[in-house]
């Protein structure tokens, strides 16, 4: 019986006493926000799709996972930077640059706050020039 | 040695070429986002504009190059530069400085009809970046030579212009167009991206010079089996290509988003991307040529060119439905969208002929169809200004012309530009002395000697039937009468029309009347890249 046999059987099993020792053990009270289906941000919308949310909310979400998604691409140069080497390593630094300047750009067109009046929500598309 | 000195050579001038286009992107992004920088954005426009020509000038250069002839691979073989790339380059460039040229002079009229209207003028920061954005995914498109690069320069230009579609948030038509646009936009990216998996699946290749060199083998009899899932594969990749440009079965979105979204939009829509992909399609079909292979199928031993019949069948839908339905029209962008639809119909036939005569007049009817349709937009915008820049629309719409009746008894308000815009559509719909017949002429020429009489007596039947929907525009700018005496704006002093926009006007109306007089320049420049593209 080999290592990945032995992992096959043991995660089901563990999940299964961990799931059955939940329902079994925990105390069980529910009230309504409990037993809602779980969205973050905002409560779950029922029939009627036309409730108020909140966009900035979306915009730093997406945001957030932009960034996340590319620092993902900082793993990999980490573990092959031996093979790579200096080549690498400036084009991961050149990468990085442009990811900056992105962040740059979103920091400054205010895309981060969140109800704030500066948000780039409120602002009108046309440019209020002071002349 | 002299040889790497110019395959040095190559590929350091390509990469001078991308990084001015780079640097003005990061330039331009610290510019729009730092909230202390206090430029506006017309000042950022004329930037990128330069840009773009320096850009133009350095990939002209490049084309002094010996070794470019037969085409240098760089960046690993990603991109391979060829002289035909190069010049392509030169002329997107150019046509993207022009493009970025016609602004409403910013008076404060104008800029009071921005705040309460939402989009008198184009004052947004993100215009140029995104030009630039998209201008660099072309110019990196025309000169790929891997699935991967194709790809990636693809989905950059195209998420630029998605941005772009939908630059005019406030507005609910750009904003559904854009939407569309974006929607349909990803399914051909789909396609694009299956076709490729498809190819790399079984072949195990990306290197566009390896997949055609293991094509050339032989003719594929079976679809499920040997190479046949790769020539299904390479069919899906131009399916997904003629997507992109709305060639017919493909088309229904372009009259959809050219109408919603505004004008200067519209411009760069119906231009920019028709002449990078078109050339990929060019670039594909050489390297097979130059290879020996073809996308062929035997059936029952009878060999099947599923490339040529693809692009032909194509080519007919597209001829037909640009013209009869662009018939009914009421709407002057969908008008335009259609015809664009028959001008592809006409640059797929020359394609698929692939003889050398025809690729001549292919890239001809594209430097034609570029020039006279960048220059009708350009005097659809100027209308625009004209008449509602210190009015406003009521209806939303900012100052975009909207049906063919805002323009009716233009040519008594303003002689010039109606005599213009006539022009252009005598140009388009191929009346002699003007520019767009020679291309047609070539087209059907080029076809005719190598015997596809049915598609061009096609071609010729539908080219009159369109004169009637361009005569019919220019009968309402001549002889209707519009409200033109009851619209103030056009008697009030006030500047409408900036230096910079009427001349660009001015100079393409002369380049499209007077071609017929020095018709070397562009000519021969056609015909040496189509024999380029031959005989290396």
Redesign the interface.
Known sequence: MNAITILFIFVPVLTVILLMTNVLLAAHRPDTEKVTAYECGFSPIYGQTRAPFSIQYYLVGILFLIFDLEILLLYPIAVTLYNVSIYGFWIAIIFFTVLTLGFVYELGKGALYFTDQRSAINRTTIAQDES | MAIFGHLKCASVLCLALTVMLVLGI?SL??A????NVNI??VLLTRVASIVLLYAAALSFNALDIQAIGSGVGIYSGLFQVSSVSQSVDTFIFLVGAMILLPWAPVTNTV?AG??SV??A?P???EYPLMILFTTCGATFLVSSADLVSIYLSIELQSFAVYILATL???SESATSAGLKYFLLGGLSSALILLGSVLVYAYTGLTNLESIFALLSVGGVENLTTGLGPCIIGLTILVVGFLFKVSAAPFHNWSPDVYDGVPTIVTTWLAIMPKISIFVLLLELQSGFGFTGASLSLLVNGVPFDVWKNLLLISSLLSLIIGTVVGLAQYRIKRLFAYSTISHVGFLLLALAVNSEESIESFLFYIVQYSITNLNAFLILLAFGYMLYSSVGRKDGYGTDVQFISDIAGQFRANPLLGLALTLCLFSMAGVPPLIGFFGKQMVLYSATHSGYYFLSFVAIIVSVISASYYLKIVRVIHFDTGNVEDNASTLSQEIKLSNVHSFTIATLTMAITLFVFKPSIILNSTSLLALTLFHY
Do not use: E, H, K
């Open positions: 990061f992004m610290t729009v986002a730092l909230p506006s954005p800029m921005a705040r939402f989009s003028v004052t947004i920061a005019y948030r406030d």
